[in-house]
């Protein structure tokens, strides 16, 4: 037993001191040395550092002769850089390690982190391509029928890229690699899941690409589960009439209140998936509440008209403002909380599969 406990302290200091470590690492420099091959119509390379959510900030360029360029200099070590000419472009992270890239041949030469980073990057972007494939099927076809299919399609596409996400996550828990894909699918992690793969004796805790990924966590502590529900704010229904959730919630069902709104294509995507676990569960004690973020009482009525709902419609009509969506967090949508007889959060944000499992688990 002495043994043991001894271990369990070993196991427990190494994974605080990888984390001290990389923290101690950030605080470091490391030159970059980059070289590679362009195509002939390229004349100019750009070095950037990405900046998150898609934006980036110009640190370096290099002129392209015959083809080839080189560039070098330093950056804080582990930094999460970009280098390329318009929409042809490498991400990579600044490790010390060389790096040649040959954009002809769509090839790269590098450290072990980052030829790893390369090759996961290369399967992301299969997905990323048929969802736009698939998006912009469903933007030039007229027959609806065709558009809820693509529409279901890209949700499944959505929601294989998060899983293949979550495994590279799993897989790279002691390197950076794991920041990088956590800052893109925390969106579609609850409470529980986040906070068990994001503590702070992991080593990637104190990179800059943590900062999202940390604030969803603390937004998602307004909705943990284990809470009691919010009853403090008057909802209108779409006649006009005051409501309150306590007339559903604790009421004996579980209820699953699903926030929406009319201008939402995601929300418009998942709406299916929606409908069709409550036609499945509704007879064996599901209640499903749609609180629309519309701020204008035409608009939220012609989005039920269009998504065709068949449960009961809620809204405060403030918008962003909402004070529901202020207590339990929600700044993105589509979000859902899911609600048990007692009036207790038992789930939040549960897409796709995910939401029907759930409900398998619960009415089987």
């Known amino acids: 037993m002495k043994h043991q406990k001894h271990c369990i302290r070993i196991l427990i200091l190494l994974a605080l001191l990888s984390a001290s470590v990389f923290a101690m690492a950030q605080d470091e420099t490391k030159c970059y040395q980059i070289s590679g091959f362009v195509p002939d119509s390229i004349c100019k390379i750009y070095l950037y550092k990405s900046m998150g959510l898609g934006s980036r900030q110009l640190l370096d360029s290099a002129v ?15 930094d999460l850089l970009s280098v390329g000419s318009g929409a042809m472009g490498l991400q990579f ?19 072990h982190l980052n030829e790893r980073f390369f090759r996961y990057c290369k399967e992301v972007s299969r997905f990323t391509d048929e969802f736009y494939r698939l998006f912009m099927a469903s933007r030039q076809t007229s ?17 294989a890229m998060n899983e293949y996400e979550r495994a590279v996550i799993h897989d790279n828990r002691d390197n950076v690699i794991a920041a990088y894909y956590l800052e893109s699918v925390s969106a579609f992690m609850d409470y529980e899941e986040l906070s ?5 004796t992991v080593y990637f805790y104190s990179h800059p690409l ?15 589960i284990g809470k009691p529900f919010c009853d403090d704010v ?10 309150r959730l306590s007339e559903w919630c604790g009421q004996g069902k579980y209820v699953l209140i699903d926030f929406w709104a009319s201008w939402c294509r995601p929300c418009k995507m998942e709406m299916p998936n929606v409908i069709q676990n409550y036609e499945r569960f509704r007879d064996k004690g599901l209640v499903v509440l749609a609180v629309s973020i519309d701020d204008k009482k035409d608009a939220w009525k012609n989005g039920i008209r269009s998504f065709g709902t068949p449960f009961v419609q809620l809204s405060e009509l403030q918008g962003r403002n909402s004070r529901l969506c202020a207590i339990y967090g929600i700044n993105t949508i589509p ?14 944000d549960l897409r796709g599969k995910v939401l029907t499992r759930k409900l398998e688990s619960i009415f089987k």
């Open 196 to 200: 068990s793969v994001l503590d702070s």
């Open 210 to 224: 943590m900062d999202e990924a940390k604030a969803r966590l603390q937004m998602l502590s307004s909705r943990q």
């Open 143 to 159: 027959d609806e029928t065709k558009k809820k299919e693509l529409e279901q399609q890209i949700a499944a596409n959505q929601e």
């Open 234 to 243: 008057s909802l209108l229904s779409p006649d006009g009439k005051q409501h």
């Open 64 to 78: 392209v002769t015959d083809g080839s360029f080189t560039m070098s200099g330093t950056r804080p070590a582990y």
């Open 93 to 111: 992270f600044n490790d010390g390690e060389p790096l040649t890239i040959d954009f002809t041949r769509d090839s790269l030469s590098a450290s």
């Open 335 to 348: 979000a859902n909380l899911l609600i048990d007889p007692q009036g207790i959060i038992v789930a939040a």
